[in-house]
């Protein structure tokens, strides 16, 4: 990452529908990718050996329902709003890593005092990492 108040997120639809078909989430996750390609500074399928140990088997090398992003500090709030108008209070996984620092929430991102508490952290993380 170039500049020092980028995070890189990563972003977890796998819960969003568990009754997807694997074409069906990875159309999602390619859709998402294109809707948030403004916002945020890289977009890009997660690859397997991306992956940590134990994660979730890929297909084609990808893992379905991932996206890795990264985004500045000023744009996370956007980014957060996107997720909640596109997915309402559908459950999504966020990862948030700068530096080696990890932070990870489990959330609904329907619900705002939950998405107020995200950002917060990944603004605190992008602050207090490097």
Known sequence: MTD??????IIDLSQVDPDLEPEE??????????EISELVEDAQL??????????KPALAGFVLGLLKTEVSVKNIQALMGVLQDRFGA???KL???????????????????DLDKVVAAFKKLAETAG
């Not at 020092?4 to 997120?9: F, G, K, Y």
């Not at 990862?95 to 005092?113: I, M």
Request: charged share 30%; aromatic share 2%; glycine share 10%.
């Open 95 to 113: 990862t948030g890593e700068k530096d080696g620092n990890k932070v990870s929430f489990s959330l609904e991102v329907g619900r705002a005092e």
């Open 4 to 9: 020092t108040s980028d995070l890189q997120i």
């Open 25 to 34: 989430l990875e159309s999602l996750t390619n859709s998402l990718k294109h």
């Open 46 to 55: 997660v690859r397997e050996s991306e992956i940590p140990e134990g994660g």
């Open 90 to 92: 559908k459950p999504i």
